[in-house]
Structure formats: C-alpha cells, structure tokens
C-alpha cells in the first residue's frame, strides 16, 4: 500500500473489484458482458446527493462523487489515484515548469451537444479562477493566465513552477463547465452541463437524481449502463431491506451498518481511503486563540478509543490530514500529542484556564457517535463541552458560524491542494484564515518538484509538518469506504479518490 501511494502521489492501496455472488463478468475487448449474455439497464446508487451540481460553488469535498457523473475533468485518477487522460488526452510541461500545455481529444462536445474545445475549457478555468463565490479560486493561484492556442490546446500559464496541476485538474477544480450554461449560475446549481458520462433529466433536491448515459462521453463505450439513480444513503435502519428489495444496487454504508449487512447476505468492501475526521478550530475565537487550549484538546482525546469504540474499529488515529503510507505522510507527526487528562490540564492552566473552560462543539447530526464520545472525553479533562447541531443548510466553511466543529475532511487530488484547502489563508476548511508565515514557500518548493522526483516526497513532508504544527486543526482518525453491492452488480471498483463507474454493469 505505501509504495503504491507514494508512486501515485496520491492515495494508492489497490483498487479491490467487488465480485458479485452470482455469475462472474467475462471481458471481451474491453466489454463487459453476462454469462447469460443480458445486461440490466439501470443501476441505483446509494450516496449522497451535491450540495450543488455546479463544481465552482460546491462547498463540500464530498460533492466530487455526484459532480462527476455529470462533469468531467481536463484529466482523471485512476483506481490507485494517479493523474491519467480525461478531456486532455495528454499534456506537456515546458522545460522550465511554468506553463503546462493539455491536449484535448477532437470533437468533444458538453452533454447539450455544444462544442467543447480550447475555448471552453479556458472559459471554464477562467471561471473557476475569478468567479466571487468561487471555492476553487485558491487551487487555481498559481495559474497566471491561460490560452486558448488552438481548437485542442490549452495552456496554463503558471506564476511559479507546479507539477501538481494534472491531479488538480482531476477533480472538482478541472471540471470543465458547459460556459453557455454557467451565464445563469442558479440555474446551473440544479441544470448541470458538463461532458460527464451521464445526463441529469430530472432532480429532486433531497431525494433523488435521475441521469441516463451521455453518448457524447468521450469513453463512451465503457459505460455499459442506460440508466443511473443517485438517491441518498439508506438509513441504518432500511439499508438491508433497500438493497434487497432491489431500491438500492450499491449502497454506501457507515461504519454501524456494516455487520447488519454482512449478516443479511450481502458482501462489504472495505476501502482505505484519504478522508480523515477532523475538529474544525477557528483560532481568531476565544479560548481557541490560545495555541495550549488547541493542545489541550488534541491532548485530551483517546484516539484509539474514538476508533475502537465510536467508529466500530475501522480506521488509524492520526495527528494529521494524511494517512500512513501516503507520500505527504510526515512520520514525525504520529502520536503528535499522545493522550493525557493530566498534560492535558496542565497545558490549560498554563494558557489561564486553570479551572478549565467551556466550549461549544458543533455536529452535523445530532446521533454521532464520535461527538458524544469525545464530549466525555473533553469533559474529563476540565474542557466542559456542550453539544450543539448544526443549523441544516447553513454552510460553515462560508459563514464560519462554529468556531469547533466536528468535521471530515474529504481529501484532495493533490496533496498540496489538501494543504492549501485546510492550512491556505483562503482555504475553504480554515475557518479563521489565518496561515503558517513559512507554507507558502514549502508548499512553492514541493510544487517544483516533478511527483517521480526523488526530492518530492521530503519536500511535500516538510509542508505537511509546518502546517500541521503551527495551525490548530485536531485530526482524529482516517476514514474507511463501505460499499455493499447486490449479486448482480458487476465490474464495480472501489476507487481510493473518486468514485467512478466505467465498466460497471449488473444483470437482468
């Protein structure tokens, strides 16, 4: 798994393809067919819908998964993680690093049927770069500028060198935009136009998304569906009985789920993947502007505790954003702040809390089990902790309403774009945009570095070390994949960053 996710520079643990109980898929020239030769045409999946179809505004890290059945990138990730053709068929760096060249595949065309060429994809990035409400502007600081050179070359013109850009460009920041349909950005947030490999018809917000295959999909041939259903996770309590009533093919499970499931019959797999949970700090709020309160608390929380207890065993504490075996990993940072009630009371003394001190901790959902427990934890340690849920569609990372908030930070493409979203002053997670006076030089240094480069992997570490020590977000443990399939469903992977659904069929 490390070498894997060091040669990706990107999560890297193999890609598992979930094998169905039922008749094995055979592949004859890259086709996908039955034993019984016959192929369903609809496939339903249990995830979460976006918070809105348009990438430039999407607020949560999550939204990637949806926006890219829709959307597709100037590149993408494979299964291990790695930068690979999407739009671009391939890219060229100049011999100095500062202007990145992608070559885009003839007659593309957005799922409406318009042209989309170099000036499209340049209008797109544009938007992306300048728009107000832009949650991608601070990805896209290094581009200066960008040109249209030909009907399929576009060029990034870069204020420094950075090699990161073909992995950014594989998510939401690369997304390539339909720039008719982005003229009317309300609009857009509920009428997607992109180049994805599906088509919305028709969306009910908080229930579901009915998409059908887009022809005009550049791999159009891999994908061996009509039809696709995006409805949100099952509850707990009818995840078993959607999936085997046939309302959910693939259902995305949480940890609490998983044993009901394997007991009913149906296959779990279990990916390792980037996200990480995370307490959101803003250090521009009291007491969370003394750095000993943010000590104390990462000091007064039992990770390994947090895993066993409230998150059913799955997943490894961590002290930073970046799991173990991943190339920006810094093994310095393991067991930053060891677990202490005593430590932990002393750092709040010497900050002037000597009677301990009252905080606020915000949730998404009133029943997680990881809030509750470190509440008791926090608790003992003199940090008198009060739960609160937060308002339902209040966005946060935009409002900045909680100063301590439970959280999950759903990774990035780009390990230096991770840092920038959590550590930048502009970055969507740092609720208090303050920022480290020495990471934008690290994060400068490891962007010249080629990701095959010898010297990349110390330089991403040494980033990762100055953010994760100098700012007060408190990551807790890394977050585990659940995926639980109907027999029928075949060729499915478990992706490490984005889920994608190329080569995936089911039955009749």
């Not at 594989?170 to 009317?184: C, E, H, L, N, R």
């Not at 309300?186 to 088509?199: D, N």
Request: with cysteine.
């Amino acid at each position: 798994m490390g070498k894997a996710f060091k040669a990706a520079g990107i999560a890297g643990v193999v890609a598992l393809v979930l094998a169905g109980c039922a008749s094995r898929a055979s592949v004859s020239d890259g086709v996908a067919v039955s034993a019984a030769g016959q192929r369903g045409d609809t496939l339903t999946w249990g995830w979460s819908l976006p918070s809105t179809w348009d990438p430039v505004t999407s607020a949560v890290g999550n939204d990637v998964h949806a926006l890219t059945l829709v959307y597709e990138g100037v590149t993408e990730v494979n299964a291990k993680g790695e930068a690979q053709p999407g739009l671009a068929r391939s890219w060229t760096y100049a011999k100095d690093g500062r202007s990145v060249t992608f070559h885009l595949r003839p007659g593309l065309t957005f799922s409406d049927g318009t042209k989309l060429d170099a000036a499209a994809v340049k209008a797109s990035l544009e938007r992306g770069k300048t728009a107000k409400d832009s949650t991608i502007a601070p990805q896209l600081a290094t581009v200066e500028s960008i040109t249209a050179d030909s009907a399929t070359d576009v060029t990034l013109h870069l204020a420094q060198v950075d090699y990161q850009i073909p992995l950014l460009l594989s998510g939401k920041t690369g997304q390539i935009v339909s720039p008719a349909a982005a003229k009317d950005a309300t609009k857009l947030a509920t009428q997607p136009v992109g180049a994805g490999p599906f088509i919305l018809k028709s969306y009910v917000p908080g229930s579901q998304a009915t998409l059908v295959k887009n022809p005009g999909f550049w791999n159009a041939d891999k994908i061996l569906v009509t039809n696709f259903v995006l409805k949100p996770t099952p509850d707990p309590s009818v995840a078993v009985a959607g999936l085997q009533s046939g309302q959910y093919d693939i259902a995305d499970l949480t940890a609490s789920q998983v044993s009901g499931v394997k007991a009913a019959g149906f296959p779990v797999e279990t990916t390792d993947v980037l996200p990480v949970r995370v307490l959101d700090v803003n250090n521009t709020v009291k007491p969370f502007d003394n750095p000993k309160v943010v000590q104390a608390i990462s000091t007064a929380i039992d990770r390994q505790a947090l895993v066993e207890t409230a998150n059913f065993g799955y997943g490894q504490p961590v002290w930073q954003p970046f799991p173990k075996g991943y190339v920006a990993h810094n093994p310095e940072l393991d067991n930053l702040y060891p677990h202490d009630v005593a430590k932990a009371k002393q750092l709040l003394a010497e900050a002037g809390y000597p009677g301990g001190v009252d905080v606020q901790l915000a949730l998404g959902k009133a029943d997680d089990p990881v809030g509750e427990l470190i509440q008791q934890q926090l608790n003992a340690a003199g940090i008198r902790t009060t739960l609160t849920v937060q308002t339902p569609g209040v966005n946060n990372y935009i409002t900045r309403r909680y100063p301590f908030v439970l959280d999950q930070f759903n990774a990035r493409q780009s390990p230096v774009q991770a840092l920038q979203v959590l550590f930048g002053p502009q970055g969507l997670m740092n609720l208090g945009k303050t920022s480290p006076a020495a990471l934008p030089a690290a994060v400068a240094k490891t962007s010249g570095y080629p990701l095959t480069d010898p010297a990349y992997p110390a330089a991403i570490q040494d980033a990762t070390k100055i953010a994760v020590t100098n700012m007060p977000n408190v990551f807790l443990f890394t977050v585990t994949r659940f995926a639980a399939h109907s027999p029928k469903v075949h060729g499915l992977q478990n992706w490490v960053d984005i889920q994608r659904f190329e080569g995936v069929w089911v039955d009749k």
